[in-house]
């Protein structure tokens, strides 16, 4: 099988010529051998990172470490190794284990990075058995895909296509060394049973089970292709549109739905917005405890991707906390002397919120001169303010709600305070006396929440690999 390293990349060599780095998930195991060989190989050398994630499953998790690193540095492929702490929680040591791996590559990857993973065809094939036992739709029966969005670059499974036996085959005729992982051994784990226990007895009754189940995988991508294109015309239909945070949907054309419409339109909507899935749990709360809810009550429903709220007649899809927790220390974000030309543009705030300055005119952009000093303050309580064209003042807290500025918002709003005085709130009002003439040049605000950097920052973005 000499000649399997010319075709393993080829399909995908086109689109890798462009990326500015490629990153392999490495974890010294025969698959990852083969895949780091065979990139090392067919791809530029100099876009190529090694990735390893030590898990410290194993008392051995340390020298496997070691072997990738010596690996690499034959190779000379940078490694970038991460050190993983898993947490015991509900779902599960597989499960956790990973969700942080994956967590790590999201925010590993920059705009137009790709990372390879070295899923194989029996790994296909553990999976789709797998997800049937735990009852998964057509989404979770279309199997791994070779392809998907992850954060903001790619991932690439080049290997699916080919069985176990093909990469033993090739690393044998390389003569690769890789690692072996004792834990693969037993069957405490749900797929190393499936591995050992389950689907050798498959194949002593149907030897041809693997491409029977692809084939499988196959009708139903098809099926969740239709499901996905239908949520895609109900998500338009229910007017979503983008937040200051999050995004929103009209809750009326939602509960006209049929009811599997609305649970393909809520799952499909939180894919969408690069939010992790949710359980059948949060499905039949956000059914019964937050879209049936009262019209005044301020219902939220939450799972570790994120939240559901509702606010004026909107069912709103949120990040996940703890943004909003409190507002920000106002000290934190004062500017002393800010004359117009020299704005930190864009000035960020913290809690993944920033402000935006752009030249104005008219009665809606502040009105500043060079010797003011501008302070960005966050709401304390009293605060009171006459927005320019009424005629009198109101608390913030009746502004707010006149306004329209949702709940949870509300404490991380802006104030802009010139020499002292109350401005402008946020990009909702200026303040009385505060706003420019007609034709006269000022400053306009926005305020937007940089939902991509806040989820990035909830994770935690990784060091920068070696150049």
């Known amino acids: 099988m000499a000649s399997l390293a010319r075709p393993l990349l080829t399909p995908y060599l086109s689109e890798l010529s462009g990326a500015p780095q490629i990153y392999i998930a490495y974890s010294g195991g025969l698959d990852s051998s083969v895949l780091l060989d065979a990139a090392s190989a067919e791809l530029p050398r100099e876009k190529l990172r090694a990735v390893h994630i030590n898990q410290h499953l194993s008392p051995n998790s340390d020298y496997w470490q070691e072997h990738c690193r010596q690996v690499c540095a034959l190779l000379a492929i940078p490694f970038i190794h991460h050190q993983l702490r898993i947490e015991a929680t509900g779902e599960g040591l597989e499960q956790a284990a990973r969700r942080g791996r994956y967590d790590y590559f999201q925010a590993l990857l920059q705009p137009g990075d790709f990372l390879l993973m070295a899923h194989h065809q029996d790994d296909q094939v553990e999976t789709l058995i797998y997800r049937m036992l735990r009852g998964s739709g057509p989404k979770g029966l279309a199997g791994i895909p070779a392809a998907r969005p992850l954060g903001e670059g790619q991932l690439l499974r080049p290997l699916l296509g080919y069985s176990r036996q093909h990469l033993e085959t090739y690393a044998a005729d390389k003569n690769l060394r890789w690692i072996h992982d004792e834990s693969n051994d037993g069957t405490t784990f749900d797929r190393n049973y499936l591995r050992h226990e389950v689907i050798p007895a498959i194949a002593k009754r149907w030897p041809d089970y693997r491409q029977r189940l692809v084939r499988s995988a196959g009708q139903c991508a098809k099926a969740n292709r239709l499901l996905v294109e239908r949520a895609e015309q109900d998500l338009v239909a229910a007017d979503r549109r983008s937040e200051r945070l999050g995004a929103s949907i009209d809750l009326a054309a939602f509960m006209g739905l049929s009811e599997p419409r609305q649970h393909n339109l809520l799952r499909e909507w939180v894919a969408f917005e690069g939010l992790a899935p949710f359980g059948v749990h949060t499905l039949s709360a956000v059914m019964t405890d937050l879209v049936r809810a009262r019209e005044d009550a301020a219902p939220r429903v939450s799972w570790r991707g994120g939240q559901f709220r509702r606010f004026r007649n909107r ?31 864009p000035l960020p705030l913290g809690d993944g919120f920033e402000l935006q300055f752009a030249p104005g005119q008219g009665g809606n952009a502040l009105r500043v001169q060079p010797t003011d000093k501008i302070e960005i303050r966050f709401r304390q309580g009293g605060e009171r303010c006459r927005p320019l064209g009424r005629s009198g003042s109101a608390p913030l807290k009746k502004l707010f709600q006149e306004y329209g500025l949702e709940p949870w918002l509300r404490n991380l709003a802006p104030l802009v305070y010139i020499n002292g005085g109350l401005a402008a709130v946020a990009d909702l009002f200026v303040c009385a006396g505060c706003g420019c003439d007609p034709g006269e040049v000022g400053v306009r605000v926005h305020w937007t929440g940089q939902t991509r950097q806040l989820q990035r920052e909830l994770r935690g973005a990784p060091v920068a690999p070696p150049t």
Do not use: I, K, Y
């Open 315 to 345: 069912l709103f899809l949120l990040p996940p906390q703890p943004w909003g927790l409190a507002a920000p220390e106002s000290g934190n974000c004062r500017v002393d002397v800010l004359p117009v030309a020299g704005l930190a543009n």
